[in-house]
Every structure is written in C-alpha cells, then in structure tokens.
Nanobody, 114 residues
Framework: QVQLVESGGGLVRAGGSLRLSCAASGINFSRYAMGWYRQAPRKQRELVATITSGGSTNYADSMEGRFAISRDNAKNTIYLQMNILKPEDTAVYYC????????WGQGTQVTVSS
C-alpha cells in the first residue's frame, strides 16, 4: 500500500519560512519522480515544484528563487523549503509520486498571514 504523508505546514507571517516534508512508503522511492502541488481555496490545484529520480528540479515561475525542492532517498522523503512566504502562498500543499495518475498525499495546510 502506497502512503505519502506530508508534514510541516502551519501558520507563518509574510516573509517567513517553512519546510515541508513528505515521507513515502510502499514504492521504490528512488525510482520515482516526486512533486509538490498546492490548492488554494476556490482555485485549481497547481504545480509548485518537481524533482526527478536523478535529482533534476523544476519550479513554477512564481516560486522559483523562493522555494527549493530536495529529496533524501535514504529516508524516502522529499522536502520543500519555502522562503519569503507571501499571503498568496496560502494553500493546502500536496505531495505526489509518479506521473499520471500517480499517488497523492493527504495534504498539509500552509497559511501565510499579512
């Protein structure tokens, strides 16, 4: 059974930082491309960042330079370091493994106050 468990969300003031984690089980983690997505209220889910099995990264334009995705294959975990957070970053952040349809976590809430 595949499980993706996100953690690290919370409430932070604008300009602050948070680090999200996603622990995976039930998959051959090192072979999977992984990603972070987010969904704000009344908006569609959108890409935040992805990282391939080889460690190549890709970011949505609005996050590049502020967010950093990384992975630790020994821990079956990916991370999202989020800096200079803005109120518009408020959303539920989801971890995903693989392509379509892939596997999704349950999400972790990030709230950025102004």
């Amino acid at each position: 059974q595949v499980q993706l468990v996100e953690s690290g969300g919370g409430l932070v003031r604008a300009g602050g930082s948070l680090r999200l984690s996603c622990a995976a089980s039930g998959i051959n983690f090192s072979r999977y491309a992984m990603g972070w997505y987010r969904q704000a209220p009344r908006k569609q889910r959108e890409l935040v960042a992805t990282i391939t099995s080889g460690g190549s990264t890709n970011y949505a334009d609005s996050m590049e330079g502020r967010f950093a995705i990384s992975r630790d294959n020994a821990k079956n975990t990916i991370y999202l370091q989020m800096n200079i957070l803005k109120p518009e970053d408020t959303a539920v952040y989801y971890c995903k493994a693989g392509g379509v349809p892939g596997y999704w976590g349950q999400g972790t809430q990030v709230t950025v106050s102004s």
